[in-house]
């Protein structure tokens, strides 16, 4: 996935929760844009608890993204 793909999901307004899909199979939700920072080799994505307050940072390969996926929106049908 190119950083600037990735740059894009994170730009769009109104923002549209995303999923990051790397080749490893792990996933990172982004339900907020302030949740990832984007450089050109690398996200740093915050990982939230079970409460949604972000506790710690993950830091992606650019390289190894392999999707963004849209997020369902509560209350939709």
Do not use: C
């Not at 844009?33 to 994505?45: C, G, H, L």
């Not at 390289?63 to 849209?70: F, G, M, Y």
């Amino acid at each position: 996935m190119t950083f600037e793909a990735i740059r894009s999901r994170l730009a769009v307004r109104p923002f549209q929760p995303f999923r990051i899909v790397t080749s490893s199979g792990e996933t990172y939700d982004v339900r907020h844009p302030e949740m990832a920072v984007v450089t050109k080799t690398e996200i740093a994505v915050a990982r939230a608890d079970d409460d949604g307050t972000p506790s710690r940072l993950v830091l992606v390969s650019t390289l190894h993204v392999t999707a963004l996926e849209p997020l369902g929106t509560a209350g939709a049908a």
